[in-house]
């Protein structure tokens, strides 16, 4: 596996189910990101880890609850989400320090809440 | 407050025409710009980027891109469009510090005619 891997690609879920996101990443990065990409609206930063610490919350609801138990990996948990939380959600990662080299995406999962 | 406009949300050129995507950013100093590509149901494909030095910079897929500070944008060009180009097309600004960040324009949607 190359690059950054998310699981799954496409998941329906109901409004109170709970499920997860995965995010892998191979590239030896130390910086993980959340983003979520809703239709005719601009790409919304969630979550940011560096180091496996949160370094930013963009005041993201709490029933979207990141988790990084390391550099490589990335979740996000969800429960009881709303019809508007349909959306694709991006993971990318990063490296910190020294030149920085822009964002390396991942797939997505297109998410669909019921 | 740092930002970036794409003031064009769609576009449309025929196959063979060249194209150019619009890109103007707000910042008090050089930021780090960066241009994604995303196809349909996929994640973000970076194209190319810009640190410093020659403000004509190349990248992936024949596409290349012009800095000019006077103006504060960084324009995509392609000489000849390929049908493979339909795509939605996304500018981003960054800048180091603590974690790098990115912010992204709210892309450019290109259709491509036969």
């Known amino acids: 596996e190359t690059g950054v891997t998310q699981t799954p690609r496409h998941l329906v879920m109901g409004m109170t189910n709970k499920k997860s996101l995965k995010c892998e990443q191979h590239?030896?990065?130390?910086?993980m990101y959340w983003y979520k990409q809703s239709a005719k609206k601009p790409l919304e930063l969630m979550f940011v880890y560096n180091f496996k610490e949160q370094t930013e919350n963009n005041s993201v609801p709490s029933r979207f609850s990141p988790e990084c138990p390391n550099s490589s990996h990335l979740f996000l948990h969800l429960h009881t989400l709303q019809p508007e939380d349909s959306a694709l959600y991006l993971c990318?990662?990063?490296?910190?320090?020294?030149?920085?080299?822009?964002?390396?995406f991942g797939s997505g999962t297109r998410l669909t809440v019921v | 407050a740092q930002s970036v406009t794409q003031p064009d949300i769609h576009i449309t050129v025929s196959e063979g025409a060249s194209l150019e995507l619009r890109c103007n950013y707000s910042?008090?100093?050089?930021?780090?710009l960066f241009w994604y590509v995303q196809s349909p149901g996929q994640g973000l494909q970076l194209l190319l980027k810009y640190f410093s030095g020659d403000t004509l910079v190349q990248g992936i897929k024949g596409f290349e891109a012009e800095f000019k500070r006077s103006q504060s944008s960084f324009n995509l060009r392609k000489p000849s469009v390929h049908w493979s180009d339909a795509a939605e097309y996304f500018c981003?600004?960054?800048?180091?510090?603590?974690?790098?960040?990115?912010?992204f324009g709210t892309g450019t949607l290109l259709a491509v005619q036969p």
């Open positions: 981003a600004v960054g800048w180091g510090g603590a974690t790098n960040k990115l912010i």
């Open positions: 590239l030896g990065h130390n910086a």
């Open positions: 910042y008090g100093a050089t930021p780090y």
């Open positions: 990318a990662s990063s490296q910190e320090g020294g030149q920085f080299e822009g964002y390396t």
